[in-house]
């Protein structure tokens, strides 16, 4: 069973800035890539950035310059920080890890519960 959570979050100023925190638990052989997506409210999920095992992020490009994602991998926990927010930033924020739990086994995906980030003044 692998578990995945998000934390942070919340309300910011346009301009401003948050973190966000994936923390993936659990029976876990690698983690290959964790992935930030968002969803606005009445629009689809969008992908916001991807960090895979030994790779460098990539972002979408609404959030490119802005957004940082940075992986610890000691801790299993991917950082999402948000600069120079703006008001459609406004979303609910997943992550997604795709996880191998036994060597020379498939991976799945787990995704986290959600988090809200709002920008407004």
């Known amino acids: 069973q692998v578990h995945v959570v998000e934390s942070g979050g919340g309300l910011a100023q346009p301009g401003g800035s948050l973190s966000l925190s994936c923390e993936v638990s659990?029976?876990?052989?690698?983690?290959?890539?964790t992935h930030w997506y968002r969803q606005p409210t009445g629009q689809q999920r969008e992908l916001v950035g991807t960090?895979?095992?030994?790779?460098?992020?990539t972002y979408a490009d609404s959030v490119k310059g802005r957004f940082t994602i940075s992986r610890d991998a000691a801790s299993n926990t991917t950082h999402l920080t948000m600069n120079s927010l703006k008001p459609e930033d406004t979303a609910v924020y997943y992550c997604?890890?795709?996880?191998?739990?036994?060597?020379?086994?498939?991976?799945?995906?787990?995704w986290g519960q959600g988090i809200q980030v709002t920008v407004s003044s």
């Open positions: 997604k890890a795709d996880v191998i739990s036994n060597n020379y086994e498939r991976g799945y995906e787990y």
């Open positions: 659990g029976k876990i052989f690698v983690i290959y890539a």
């Open positions: 960090v895979s095992y030994g790779g460098r992020p």
